[in-house]
């Protein structure tokens, strides 16, 4: 849990160490688990771009790590992470809106606590909402902070934070885009031609993204990349009317940056200049 709260990488059984190396509540862990059957594991973080909780899915192989029980799980590693993030989000949604519930406030509320935390003042806020300031301020402020129980719109918007209520109101939507630690960020194909932010991005400023796992596998799939190259499927927050995520989107997910000028080709995507090619498949990577 340590490991996935700061990570959204999944590690394996082994990354542990042989359990004949292990003690005290490692040990226990480890004995516990294998009383289950679970011998060889995997665990796979899930984290959201704009919540506080995170999650992680464990999937297990009663065979030992030794004896194979590791290669179906590293085989279906990006299935798996998948399949964290889609729980991950049908359990987010269903916080929200317990939260939402629970709070009473109506969607004009959320709105104008959005907005208040986006650093919109009363004005400002009425205008986007078609409001008159005096409205703002001396009735839905006031109801805000009575249904929240605070004594200021600005301490109302933190407890609503630490709800989880905002992203309930936010013009911004979750998506994924496909990222490879040898190529980055996938830009997009033109006949057939893959983009990509780490080699020949042509210009290009903006990533595709797909609205679910099901199109990214496809799109994944249609690549055909490499066999056993590594690629992950990476959750971004754009804006609700976007089709595609900007540098900064990428940027807040976590991602780097690209020159879209560039002109690079063969090397790494970090432009660490280690030689490379580009159907090679560094070994440190899990296939």
Same mark, same amino acid.
């Given at each position: 849990?340590?490991?996935?709260?700061?990570?959204?990488?999944?590690?394996?059984?082994?990354?542990?160490?042989?359990?004949?190396?292990?003690?005290?509540?490692?040990?226990?862990?480890?004995?516990?688990?294998?009383?289950?059957?679970?011998?060889?594991?995997?665990?796979?973080?899930?984290?959201?771009?704009?919540?506080?909780?995170?999650?992680?899915?464990?999937?297990?192989?009663?065979?030992?790590?030794?004896?194979?029980?590791?290669?179906?799980?590293?085989?279906?590693?990006?299935?798996?992470?998948?399949?964290?993030?889609?729980?991950?989000?049908?359990?987010?949604? %269903?916080?929200?809106? *317990?939260?939402?519930?629970? $709070? /009473?406030?109506?969607?004009?509320?959320? &709105?104008?606590?959005?907005?208040? !935390?986006?650093?919109?003042?009363?004005?400002?806020?009425?205008?986007?909402?078609?409001?008159?300031?005096?409205?703002?301020?001396?009735?839905?402020?006031?109801?805000?902070?009575?249904?929240?129980?605070?004594?200021?719109?600005?301490?109302?918007?933190?407890?609503?934070?630490?709800?989880?209520?905002?992203?309930?109101?936010?013009?911004?939507?979750?998506?994924?885009?496909?990222?490879?630690?040898?190529?980055?960020?996938?830009? %997009?194909?033109?006949? *057939?031609?893959?983009?990509? $932010? /780490?080699?020949?991005?042509?210009?290009? &400023?903006?990533?595709?993204?797909? !609205?679910?796992?099901?199109?990214?596998?496809?799109?994944?799939?249609?690549?055909?990349?490499?066999?056993?190259?590594?690629?992950?499927?990476?959750?971004?927050?754009?804006?609700?009317?976007?089709?595609?995520?900007?540098?900064?989107?990428?940027?807040?997910?976590?991602?780097?940056?690209?020159?879209?000028?560039?002109?690079?080709?063969?090397?790494?995507?970090?432009?660490?200049?280690?030689?490379?090619?580009?159907?090679?498949?560094?070994?440190?990577?899990?296939?």
């Amino acid at each position: 849990m340590t490991h996935s709260a700061h990570s959204q990488q999944p590690f394996f059984s082994s990354d542990v160490g042989s359990i004949k190396y292990l003690d005290g509540s490692r040990r226990e862990m480890a004995d516990f688990m294998r009383s289950f059957g679970a011998s060889s594991w995997i665990a796979i973080p899930a984290h959201g771009p704009e919540t506080r909780f995170f999650g992680v899915l464990y999937v297990a192989m009663p065979e030992l790590p030794q004896d194979g029980g590791e290669e179906p799980l590293r085989k279906n590693r990006l299935l798996f992470k998948l399949i964290a993030g889609e729980i991950f989000d049908w359990y987010d949604r %269903g916080e929200r809106a *317990s939260s939402w519930s629970s $709070s /009473g406030l109506t969607r004009l509320e959320l &709105d104008i606590l959005y907005l208040s !935390a986006q650093g919109e003042s009363a004005a400002m806020i009425a205008q986007s909402l078609g409001l008159s300031a005096n409205a703002v301020t001396r009735r839905h402020f006031k109801s805000i902070n009575a249904k929240l129980q605070t004594s200021s719109i600005t301490e109302s918007v933190r407890l609503a934070g630490a709800r989880n209520l905002l992203p309930i109101a936010s013009t911004r939507k979750v998506a994924y885009v496909l990222h490879s630690p040898v190529y980055g960020i996938y830009l %997009g194909s033109d006949h *057939s031609v893959p983009f990509w $932010s /780490g080699i020949m991005p042509s210009g290009m &400023d903006e990533a595709v993204v797909f !609205a679910d796992i099901e199109l990214a596998e496809a799109a994944l799939s249609d690549l055909k990349l490499p066999h056993g190259h590594d690629v992950e499927l990476v959750r971004v927050d754009i804006h609700q009317a976007a089709q595609t995520a900007t540098i900064n989107d990428c940027l807040r997910a976590g991602l780097p940056a690209w020159d879209p000028l560039a002109q690079t080709s063969g090397g790494p995507a970090d432009d660490s200049a280690t030689p490379g090619n580009l159907y090679e498949v560094p070994a440190k990577y899990y296939h």
